[in-house]
């Protein structure tokens, strides 16, 4: 792998310790950039061409990014990409262009400027919103990286009661970030929800409330027409059995959750109260 590689195989940017570590030097690092090929943005740290913009901005701040900065680095979940940088720099001096997170206490990225997943977590527990910090730390738990009960032991005290609360709404189980946000909706609408409940004929559903309510939640690869077919044929399956049937996206889910919740309410209102007509047997 030769240095231009190197670079790009971490995001386009590296430490001098980390290069010779590596087997380039002096002479390789000075050669390259005489040439243009990689840039020294500051002492000891080199960059080339299409450097993550994150990564250069975080050795130039001689900090770690953390919290919703850090998310991507580890495959995490997240509803919005960040407007403003989060890190942990260390030295407590003010900076308004980002967001100084608390000092790292756990082991961090192997070569990134990125702390370690523990601190990813509950740095945003406790600084991002409830329903983006769940679908982070969900993720972190569905990719087994961390568990619940580890998080509780680190976050105690009443300064962590909201991170802790948070915690209480993980799921064992989630496949995607719309199934944590969905069930979080439904249970504070009072809703008794079963997730990932199996139905004869139907296999697998998303989710299952009041025993007779079947809600599946759509990413982007139900649009394509195969799936839709199968997706229709399930709805069909699900009727059958005796379960109404609702289909929800990204955009209802994360942007319009209250118009969700709404309909569902309806639904059952509506199903309690006969609206659905009555049966063949009760019209004789």
Same mark, same amino acid.
């Given at each position: ?15 001098? @310790? ?48 953390? !919290? ?9 979940? @997240? ?9 942990? !720099? ?36 406790? !600084? ?27 976050? @105690? ?49 998303? !989710? ?5 309510? &079947? ?5 982007? @690869? ?10 229709? #044929? ?13 289909? #929800? ?17 309806? &639904? ?17």
């Amino acid at each position: 792998m030769n240095l231009i590689e190197f670079l790009q195989s971490r995001h386009g940017a590296a430490r001098t @310790t980390d290069l010779k570590r590596a087997g380039f030097t002096e002479r390789s690092l000075s050669e390259a950039t005489r040439s243009g090929a990689i840039e020294r943005v500051q002492r000891g740290v080199y960059v080339t061409k299409g450097a993550d913009p994150d990564v250069v901005a975080a050795f130039r701040a001689n900090g770690r990014l953390t !919290c919703i900065s850090a998310a991507r680095f580890y495959g995490f979940w @997240t509803l919005h990409d960040p407007d403003i940088l989060h890190l942990t !720099c260390g030295n407590g001096l003010p900076n308004p262009a980002v967001v100084n997170h608390a000092l790292a206490l756990h082991p961090r990225h192997p070569y990134l400027p990125v702390v370690g997943v523990a601190d990813v977590v509950m740095h945003a527990l406790r !600084c991002l919103p409830e329903l983006e910090s769940l679908v982070m730390v969900q993720s972190a738990i569905a990719l087994a990286l961390l568990t619940p009960d580890y998080l509780r032991s680190r976050l @105690t005290g009443n300064r962590n009661g909201k991170a802790r609360s948070i915690l209480d709404l993980v799921l064992p189980r989630a496949d995607s970030l719309l199934e944590v946000l969905a069930h979080t909706h439904f249970v504070r609408a009072g809703l008794r929800v079963r997730m990932h409940v199996q139905l004869p004929g139907v296999g697998e559903v998303d !989710c299952l409330i009041d025993d007779c309510l &079947v809600i599946e939640l759509d990413g982007g @690869t139900h649009l394509e027409g195969k799936q839709v077919k199968k997706d229709q #044929y399930r709805n069909n399956a699900s009727i059958r059995g005796g379960h109404l049937v609702l289909r #929800y996206y990204y955009a209802d889910v994360v942007h319009n959750p209250e118009r969700m919740v709404s309909e569902v309410l309806a &639904v059952l209102a509506n199903r309690e109260a006969g609206r659905f007509g009555p049966s063949r047997l009760q019209s004789k």
